[in-house]
């Protein structure tokens, strides 16, 4: 099976611009998590979703969202971009989202705002 | 709020020795804890999990104890190799936000020849 994929790999924005990420699963994966690294804060959690709908949300302001897609390819926007908001963003993906599974992490897309 | 604390940030250690990296959790109702291993400029990548029904487990060089009542939780890497080198990180999730995944900081651990 293939595994989780990202695009676009890296991305430059500038500050006030939005950016549109991309995330398509481990194929039969119905979960799709997001998570933002950063040397400062680690691995922190964004949101995740399932069969379309969001279903967990960590702490971060409103100008990040997401969306799922029928096919389960999940998108990330971010919007009004802030200097703060470079990082390596990665989503990772599980079947169905329960405890004791494993996620799948994809390459990640580096975000550099200037 | 949920959070996972991870000791130390950094280690070095001979090669052929062992290591041990620390968490602790604060959610009591924690019950999944994977071991995630990143390399430089890759993804990262589970190495080991255990549930909170289970108070040790081993792979190979690895393995990971889990006291719940003290909430702990740790990784051990018996005759580490060059390979190990990398960054680990902890984590925990529950039962009722299984997929809401809180990691500790990471520690970077450096095998030395």
């Known amino acids: 099976k293939a595994g989780v994929t990202q695009t676009p790999r890296y991305l430059i924005k500038t500050r006030g611009q939005q950016v549109t990420l991309s995330c398509s699963p481990i194929s039969g994966h119905r979960s799709v998590s997001w998570y933002q690294q950063t040397p400062g804060q680690g691995l922190q959690f964004l949101f995740e979703?399932?069969?379309?709908?969001?279903?967990n949300k960590g702490n971060f302001p409103g100008r990040f969202s997401g969306r799922q897609f029928s096919n389960s390819r999940s998108e990330m926007n971010v919007s009004t971009l802030e200097l703060g908001d470079s990082a390596l963003y990665l989503c990772?993906?599980?079947?169905?989202?329960?405890?004791?599974?494993?996620?799948?992490f994809g390459p990640g897309t580096r975000l550099l705002v200037l | 709020g949920e959070n996972v604390e991870q000791h130390p940030s950094t280690l070095s250690v001979q090669e052929g020795d062992s290591a041990v990296i620390k968490c602790t959790y604060s959610?009591?109702?924690?019950?999944?804890f994977p071991w995630y291993k990143q390399e430089l400029g890759k993804r990262p990548q589970l190495i080991i999990d255990i549930r909170s029904n289970v108070g040790e487990k081993k792979d190979q060089r690895i393995a990971v104890t889990l006291n719940k009542t003290a909430k702990h939780f740790s990784l051990h890497i018996t005759e580490t190799q060059p390979e190990d080198s990398a960054v680990y990180f902890c984590a925990a999730s529950s039962r009722s936000s299984a997929s809401k995944i809180i990691f500790g900081s990471g520690t970077r651990l450096s095998i030395r020849p």
């Open positions: 979703y399932f069969s379309e709908t969001q279903r």
């Open positions: 959610d009591s109702a924690s019950n999944y």
């Open positions: 990772a993906s599980s079947l169905d989202g329960i405890a004791g599974e494993t996620q799948y």
